[in-house]
């Protein structure tokens, strides 16, 4: 038998940083994002041999262990250690023979959520094979109670329910609850967004941990400059979505860069001179507004070209040592398939 996943991830198009705690305890967070056609793969292979094996044929990375109840999560596989964990806990009670393979189309640090969608894929295949009783919203909480709780890693909320669920989603934080509002946006002003928005990799990582800490540090020392940028961050969301439901396409630009003016007061490691001169030749050469994706400080960034800009702005951008990327946006979150031999 083989079990696989495939999970998509995504554009953090409004609120980001706002669904990350403390702010969304106290005040509440809302975030719009959108996924895209760059996926998380997971493969899992039962086999009989005692055996637990992560695998990254991509990183040609392999690592072995004896099955056990639990797996030590120093090293290199983190996170699939972290999901087998929780899933040996929670759900089988015993040792799983296994083995593992994994791959996403994105490298860690790029500002796409891999981790989170990564680790949504993994638990995904263990949902197929085992036939856990798990919902969207039961995925998606477990997957971040793995990532933020068990192994204790600073993050968000979003990710999790993005990569589980899939397409354009206006979601709001209220503590401990998380609500997915899906959203019924046209086709043709999906496609003009697709067309409009053109995504860039700064070749360039980020950790998100080290950007996200400071986020919450500043919060919780009530540093008013930081929090009042949070809060126009969740207006930014409300004003995204009112656009694409609208069809008012063209308005974008201006609410990505209302947004990207305030996320660089949030911490001081968002921005630095290298984006800073990304986001400038972009705006200079047609784009009206962008935004890097994720916490910050390196990845991808994308920016809205109306008309015919995107092919100046293209060239300029790929002047800088940085590359574009094609890419579609998706209906569909978390899919998952078995193959009986």
């Known amino acids: 038998m083989v079990i696989r996943s495939k999970t998509p991830l995504r554009l953090g198009l409004a609120g980001g940083g706002t669904d990350v705690s403390p702010y969304s305890d106290i005040y509440g967070g809302a975030i719009l994002n959108a996924t895209i056609s760059m996926y998380a793969y997971t493969t899992i292979i039962p086999t009989d041999d005692g055996k637990v094996v992560f695998d990254t044929p991509d990183h040609l990375h392999c690592e072995t262990y004896d099955n056990a109840m639990e797996v030590d999560t120093d090293g290199y596989f983190v996170l699939h250690k972290g999901v087998y964990n929780r899933i040996v806990r929670q759900f089988t009670h015993k040792p799983l023979s296994v083995r593992i393979y994994s791959f996403v189309d994105a490298p860690a640090g790029s500002g796409l959520g891999t981790s989170s969608t990564l680790v949504v894929s993994i638990l995904g295949a263990y ?20 990532e933020r709780v068990d192994l204790g890693m600073a993050g968000g909320k979003q990710d999790q329910y993005a990569a589980t669920f899939g397409g354009f989603n206006f979601m709001e934080f209220h503590g401990e609850n998380v609500i997915v509002n899906p959203l019924r946006v046209r086709q043709r002003n999906i496609d003009e967004l697709a067309h409009n928005l053109v995504l860039y990799y700064t070749d360039t990582s980020h950790v998100s941990a080290d950007i996200i800490k400071e986020q919450q540090q500043n919060v919780k020392a ?19 979505k009112e656009s694409l439901l609208k069809g008012d396409i063209d308005d974008i630009g201006r609410i990505l860069d209302f947004g990207w003016q305030h996320k660089k007061h949030m911490a001081k490691s968002i921005t630095n001179p290298y984006i800073d001169n990304i986001y400038d030749t972009a705006i ?28 100046q702005v293209t060239n300029a951008l790929n002047q800088l040592g940085g590359t574009t990327k094609r890419y579609e946006f998706t209906a569909d979150g978390l899919k998952t398939w078995r193959i009986n031999d």
Not at 130 to 136: A, D, K
Not at 285 to 293: E, P, R, V, Y
């Open 127 to 146: 949902v197929e094979w085992l036939r856990l009783p798990l919902g969207e919203y039961d995925i998606a909480r477990l997957a971040y109670e793995i």
């Open 284 to 311: 200079r050469t047609g784009a009206t507004g962008g935004k890097i994706s994720g916490a910050g400080g390196g990845g991808f960034m994308f920016f809205y070209c109306p008309g015919m800009t995107r092919y």
């Open 222 to 240: 009530r540093n008013n400059t930081s929090i009042e940028s949070m809060h126009k961050l969740k207006e930014q969301a409300v004003q995204m």
